[in-house]
């Protein structure tokens, strides 16, 4: 016939997997919501960072308080003497390579890479680093993780330093959370929040400025040293000269 198809409904039953959070004030107030993210630490943990930003104010002011929270990790990162950042394959599929050259730019910090976020910037950019990610985790102060999970490659966040403080930037929740702590966890689009944050912190200056500047002359000393190693190590052998045979001399030939 010519009418359209009766779509077929199986009958049966189906389990949907959902957390909800229960949130209870000091009021007495008690709500109740469903989480976006499947995995219940990260829930525990994103409650527990709404709950400090949340404090002597309404709920009903969600919008202020992520800003409240913005604002937080931008001064962590204006504030910081030795900063790094860790480049992630979200990067590039957020396609936020401009507003990383331009944050890394107005920051000076320096970026390190994971995934496909090798080639967000060129590899002579002045501010990637390929070579020193041993320093990074020695001294960095604050490390900002952008569109990367904290999995094995980054030792789930026991990498780093225990006094460095962990910034986590990402389009979507994490499927696992690591037991390492987090300073702030942002979830959103990258290429936004790497805009936003260059006009929330603004450039470093003063005592920060000088420690950023000593902290990038390190980095590329050490950056230096190891591409002349590496270029040294791979560099072909030089072909020695054969030698010639000596003609005998007249009183050899007598």
Request: with cysteine; glycine share 12%; aromatic share 8%.
């Given at each position: 016939?010519g009418g359209?198809?009766?779509?077929k409904?199986?009958?049966?039953?189906?389990?949907?997997?959902?957390?909800?959070?229960?949130?209870?004030?000091?009021?007495?107030?008690?709500?109740?919501?469903?989480?976006?993210?499947?995995?219940?630490t990260?829930?525990?943990?994103?409650?527990?960072?709404?709950?400090?930003?949340?404090?002597?104010r309404?709920?009903g002011?969600?919008?202020?308080?992520?800003?409240?929270i913005?604002n937080?990790?931008?001064?962590?990162?204006?504030?910081?003497?030795r900063?790094?950042?860790?480049?992630?394959?979200d990067?590039?599929?957020d396609?936020a390579?401009?507003?990383?050259?331009?944050?890394?730019?107005?920051?000076?910090?320096?970026?390190?890479?994971?995934?496909?976020?090798r080639?967000?910037?060129?590899?002579?950019?002045e501010?990637?680093?390929?070579?020193?990610r041993?320093?990074?985790?020695?001294?960095?102060?604050v490390?900002v993780?952008?569109?990367?999970?904290?999995?094995f490659?980054?030792?789930?966040?026991?990498?780093?330093?225990?006094?460095?403080?962990?910034?986590?930037?990402?389009?979507?929740?994490?499927?696992k959370?690591?037991?390492r702590?987090?300073?702030?966890?942002?979830?959103?689009g990258?290429?936004?929040?790497l805009?936003?944050?260059r006009?929330?912190?603004?450039?470093?200056s003063?005592?920060i400025?000088?420690?950023?500047?000593?902290?990038?002359?390190?980095?590329?000393?050490?950056e230096?040293?190891?591409?002349?190693a590496?270029?040294a190590?791979?560099?072909p052998?030089e072909?020695?000269?054969?030698?010639?045979?000596?003609?005998?001399?007249?009183?050899?030939?007598?």
């Open positions: 016939g359209p198809a009766t779509p409904i199986s009958e049966g039953h189906y389990r949907m997997e959902a957390i909800f959070l229960e949130i209870d004030t000091d009021e007495g107030v008690t709500g109740y919501g469903e989480s976006i993210c499947e995995e219940p990260a829930v525990i943990a994103y409650g527990r960072l709404m709950a400090e930003a949340f404090v002597g309404s709920p002011e969600l919008e202020r308080t992520y800003v409240d913005f937080r990790f931008a001064r962590m990162i204006a504030t910081a003497e900063p790094a950042f860790i480049v992630g394959s990067v590039y599929w396609g390579w401009d507003e990383l050259d331009a944050a890394a730019r107005a920051f000076g910090v320096p970026c390190f890479f994971n995934g496909m976020g080639g967000v910037l060129p590899a002579d950019h501010l990637a680093f390929l070579r020193t041993g320093l990074l985790k020695q001294r960095a102060d490390v993780v952008l569109g990367t999970p904290l999995d490659r980054l030792g789930f966040g026991g990498s780093f330093g225990e006094d460095t403080k962990l910034i986590v930037i990402n389009g979507s929740p994490p499927a959370r690591t037991e702590e987090i300073a702030v966890e942002l979830i959103g990258i290429a936004r929040t805009a936003g944050m006009e929330a912190a603004g450039e470093p003063g005592t400025a000088d420690g950023r500047a000593a902290w990038l002359m390190k980095l590329r000393d050490v230096t040293e190891k591409r002349a590496e270029e190590a791979n560099a052998a072909e020695e000269a054969p030698v010639e045979a000596e003609a005998p001399s007249s009183s050899e030939q007598a």
